[in-house]
């Protein structure tokens, strides 16, 4: 399982790091995630460098993906070369998940049609204006799009594609393991009581 965390020049560190570290508490063989960038490296709103774990065409064949934020996202929907390849993200073939200002990137590719979204309030007016509904709430699911608003709901994106890929009990796990000392049954509480009613119901038993 692949799961990439788009992040462009201008990235908020919350926003990718948080679900990269949350995602990687799962340990399995066959499970990575990685920051995809359009170049070599990116530097976020704050003056953090990172380097390219993996490309932008890359992360479009991912079985997950998280569209990051930053304060040049409207830049970026505004980028020909960038748009082009991330209209190679289909929702049909795999999970695809917006944090904050990332919900812009999903509704200028036309992937939030029908469907309302969360984001953060300085972004709010544009994804308003690329016609889509905003909630007030941390984090909303349909199908295979998720999206998430406020720097501190990106665990439950990450939450929320651990859960689908790898079960509840496993994004459960992941949560208890971030979660603050003390604190950890209402961390968990609060995060499933978000993300819970957006997963599918378990199969019936078989008899």
Known sequence: MHIAILT????????????????????????????????????????????????????????????????????????PAIMNVLRGLDPSRRLVAAQCSGALVLARLGLLDDIPACTDLTTKPWVVAAG??????????????ATAGGCLASHYLAAWIIARLQGNDAAEGALRYVAPVGEKEEYVERAWHNIAPYLPAPAPALV
């Open 8 to 79: 462009f020049e201008g990235y908020n560190e919350l926003d990718s790091l948080i679900a990269l570290g949350v995602l990687n508490r799962v340990r399995t063989d066959d499970w990575r995630v990685t920051i995809a960038t359009p170049g070599p490296r990116v530097t976020s709103m704050n003056g953090v460098v990172i380097e390219q774990m993996s490309t932008l065409e890359e992360a479009c064949a991912a079985d997950a993906v998280i569209v990051g934020s930053g304060i040049a996202t409207r830049e970026v929907t505004e980028d």
């Open 132 to 145: 889509v509904e905003v909630l007030n709430q941390p984090f909303h699911a349909k199908e295979n799009i």
